[in-house]
């Protein structure tokens, strides 16, 4: 039984170095990837900023920021979707498949190596809001307390983007799926407070798992527009932002796994 787990620990690790030597080799996907942030940072901070309410008042920016870190979180999704189905495509994981190693090395590998480069990610643009003028109010005990929310969060989305990318099977598909996850990090609280939508809207957008997670980094980053609605699911971030991850990861993990097993060869 030792023995076992002690290669199963192995197998993981080395798919995890051949994902990561994948970063190394393609420095201009690592480039676009941490590029994208920025962008909606100074995109949003600087360009529609001035045009933004907050309820209550307050900084734009420091509102901005948590839903920032959020997005780039849901982002990931589609990275580990396009780059699971160009596996399949080449055919990468049919040669997996007929190796001697762990049936969950492969999936497992995969998201370890994505949770290394997305908290990576996640410090440069944490740095790049310092840059801009954004800063933690709440001590930083509570500020740690975010960023790790933030990786859950990450977390799930990973096997949700591991299933999705072995069920297209090519890069093309991925592509257009990708295009689905601007409405649905768009109908959050990510960029402006639900109270101020449409009623029908405002609601979709309080119940979207993103948005707890937004919420929870607002209040531990002690920012401004942290849990103001009086609905339940908006009073009650933190907790919500810690059960949505989990049912995620308790739907997608084994669904991946699974679903890698059953794969053609």
């Known amino acids: 039984m030792i023995a076992q787990l002690r290669w199963g620990a192995y197998d993981i690790w080395t798919i995890t170095r051949r994902d990561l030597l994948t970063w190394v080799i393609s420095p201009v996907r690592v480039i676009g990837e941490v590029a994208f942030p920025i962008m909606f940072v100074l995109l949003f901070g600087y360009v529609f900023g001035s045009g933004m309410v907050v309820p209550g008042g307050g900084d734009y920016r420091d509102f901005l920021m948590p839903g920032i870190f959020v997005m780039t979180m ?3 999704i589609g990275n580990t979707m396009t780059v699971v189905a160009t596996d399949i495509e080449r055919g990468v994981m049919d040669r997996f498949r007929s190796l001697p190693m762990a049936p969950s090395a492969v999936v497992t590998g995969r998201c370890t190596a994505d949770m290394i480069n997305s908290f990576a990610a996640l410090l440069i643009t944490i740095g790049c809001g310092l840059f801009v003028g954004w800063s933690w109010h709440d001590g930083l005990g509570n500020a740690l307390l975010a960023v790790a929310l933030l990786l859950l969060l990450r977390f799930a989305c990973l096997w949700v983007g591991i299933y999705l990318g072995l069920i297209v099977g090519s890069p093309e598909a991925a592509g257009a ?13 990510a960029f402006v407070a639900p109270e101020l939508m449409p009623s029908w809207l405002g609601f979709i957008a309080e119940w979207n798992p993103l948005s707890s997670t937004v919420g929870a980094a607002r209040e531990l980053f002690g920012n401004v527009g942290a849990s103001t609605a009086d609905s339940w699911i ?17 739907i997608f993990l084994p669904l991946s796994v699974r679903r890698y097993q059953r794969l053609s060869r």
Do not use: Q
């Not at 908006?234 to 308790?250: F, I, N």
């Open 177 to 189: 799926v990708w295009g689905l996850l601007f409405p649905i990090t768009m109908v959050t609280s």
């Open 234 to 250: 908006g009073s009650h971030a933190v907790l919500m932002a810690v059960v949505w991850p989990l049912v995620l990861s308790a």
């Open 74 to 76: 849901a982002f990931g």
